[in-house]
């Protein structure tokens, strides 16, 4: 699960001050994180996986305080219970696409899993690219590429990140469908960040940010 309270942040001492609402979504579960540009969610984003500190308030992971950890056990613990979906790829552009996949457990020190990497690969529709460089697959076949990397190390969280942002009404369905049979074969709770309105009804758990990363009443 994953669990934020009281969370700020701001980046410098000109910069204004970013509250965001408390935050739940338990073990296996779907959330929907909706706002306009400028409302702070790739903020909260990066805060949710530790890639930013908050200046207050706590982001919990299965329990796990993330502001307790720094340096090489965030690193680990970031490796081994968060998925990220970015909303670009951010291949590694000289190896292949099954060798980017490795990369999650080369990074978190554990054995690669080739053979669990291929099998994603091939369920999600693109185990034939497993040996192509990434340059060579389509927009969409990278991004179903980029849902198996945030997945081959089962993490306990996924997060993506504007996954439906720059696609047509058929493919967002096509990938949200994606993200949440993944999630839920994994039994990660799935976090969706985004301000594609069309995703608005389709959870039932969801919290929408203005622009002062405040709740919308």
């Avoid at 509250?19 to 400028?38: H, N, R, V, Y």
């Avoid at 308030?57 to 968060?82: A, E, W």
């Avoid at 985004?194 to 009443?217: C, F």
């Amino acid at each position: 699960m994953i669990e934020t309270s009281h969370l700020s942040f701001r980046y410098s001492a000109e910069s204004p001050e970013l509250t965001f609402p408390d935050l739940s979504c338990p073990k296996g579960e779907q959330m929907l994180l909706l706002g306009d540009s400028g409302c702070g969610k790739t903020t909260l984003l990066h805060l949710m996986c530790g890639i930013l500190r908050p200046n207050q308030g706590k982001v919990l992971i299965n329990g796990q305080d993330l502001g307790l950890l720094t340096g090489k056990n965030l690193d680990r613990f970031r490796g081994n219970q968060i998925g990220l979906v970015f909303q670009r790829s951010h291949f590694v552009q000289s190896l292949s696409v099954l060798e980017n996949l490795a990369l999650p457990y080369f990074l978190t020190g554990q054995t690669a899993d080739l053979d669990h990497a291929q099998s994603l690969l091939d369920t999600l529709g693109v185990g034939h690219k497993a040996n192509s460089r990434p340059q060579d697959l389509s927009v969409g076949e990278q991004q179903r590429a980029s849902i198996a990397r945030a997945l081959v190390h089962r993490p306990a969280v996924l997060l993506a990140d504007e996954p439906t942002s720059a696609l047509d009404d058929r493919s967002t369905q096509a990938v949200l469908n994606l993200l949440e049979e993944q999630a839920a074969q994994a039994g990660a709770t799935l976090v969706i960040v985004t301000h594609d309105q069309r995703l608005k009804d389709r959870y039932d758990r969801k919290v929408e940010l203005n622009s002062l990363a405040i709740p919308v009443s």
